[in-house]
C-alpha cells in the first residue's frame, strides 16, 4: 500500500525515558504501518512497550527519534496545538479505568465530548451502538464496571473519530464483563469502520483481531494476520 493509504506511518521510532543517572528504552526502532478500518491487538508483557507505542500514535507522547505521521501528516514534528487538536478532532481514548465523571449521568458523560466535536454523534446513538440505551440515564454508581467501561467506549467513539486507542481496556473487569465490553469495540470497528488499536497482555484477545503485533523490550518481534477472526463471545480466558 503507498503511505497515505496508511492511517499511520512509524519509522524508526524510539522513546527513551531518563530517571536522574537511569536511561530507560521503551521504545527501540519501532517501524509499523496501520490501515483504514482494521482491528489491531498488541501484544507483549508489562513494559514491552505497547503503552509508550499508542501513546506516541495518539499524540499524549512524544518520540525520542524516528517519524510517525497521520494520513501522511507529520506528528513528529507537531507543536503541542496541534497535537491537541489532532487528538481532538481524530482520537478516541479508551483506558483501563473509566474516568467517568460521577456527578453526570452516563447521557451526560458522553456529551462532554459531543459538546467539542466537529461532528459528533448523539450521545443517544453512541450509548445505543454500546448496548446501552436503556441505562442512558444512570449515573456511573448505579453501573457495573462493564457498564461504566462501555459507557466510556461511546463516549470516545462519540466524537466520531478515525482511531479508537484502547490501552488493556478489560483489565479491570471479569471474562463475562470483559466479553461485552469486547463485543462494544467490535461494533464500533465494523459499523463506523473505526481503525482500532487494542493493548492487551490477554492472548486470547488477538483471536479477534485483523493483526495482531507482539511487542517485547520495545521491539515489534513479530506481526502475523490472523486468518480468520473469532467473535468475542467465542474467547475463552
Keep these: 500500500m503507498a503511505e497515505h ?114 461532528q459528533p454523534m448523539k450521545p443517544e446513538d453512541a450509548l445505543a451502538l454500546v448496548g446501552l440505551a436503556e441505562r442512558m440515564d444512570h449515573f456511573p454508581s448505579q453501573l457495573s464496571g462493564g457498564e461504566q467501561q462501555r459507557v466510556a467506549i461511546a463516549r470516545a467513539i462519540a466524537k466520531n473519530p478515525a482511531v479508537l486507542l484502547c490501552d488493556e481496556p478489560t483489565g479491570a473487569l471479569d471474562s463475562a464483563t470483559g466479553v461485552l465490553v469486547l463485543e462494544a469495540l467490535e461494533r464500533v470497528n465494523r459499523d463506523l469502520g473505526t481503525t482500532t488499536a487494542v493493548i492487551t497482555h490477554n492472548a486470547s484477545i488477538a483471536e479477534m483481531a485483523d493483526r495482531v503485533i507482539h511487542l517485547s523490550d520495545g521491539h515489534i518481534t513479530t506481526l502475523e494476520r490472523n486468518a480468520s477472526k473469532r467473535s468475542p463471545h467465542e474467547l475463552h480466558w
Design 5 to 118: 493509504d496508511t492511517v499511520f506511518t512509524a519509522r524508526g521510532l524510539t522513546k527513551i525515558y531518563r530517571m536522574g543517572e537511569i536511561e530507560v528504552h521503551a521504545l527501540r526502532g519501532i517501524d509499523l504501518d496501520l490501515y483504514p478500518g482494521e482491528f489491531v491487538v498488541l501484544l507483549g508483557p508489562s513494559g514491552s512497550g505497547k503503552s509508550t507505542l499508542l501513546n506516541i500514535l495518539g499524540g499524549l507522547d512524544r518520540a525520542t527519534s524516528g517519524h510517525v505521521s497521520y494520513h501522511g501528516k507529520e506528528l513528529t514534528g507537531a507543536s503541542d496545538r496541534e497535537l491537541t487538536e489532532y487528538r481532538r478532532y481524530h482520537v478516541g481514548f479508551v483506558f483501563q479505568f473509566y474516568n467517568l465523571i460521577p456527578s453526570l449521568t452516563a447521557r451526560e458523560n458522553v456529551a462532554t465530548v459531543t459538546e467539542i466535536a466537529r
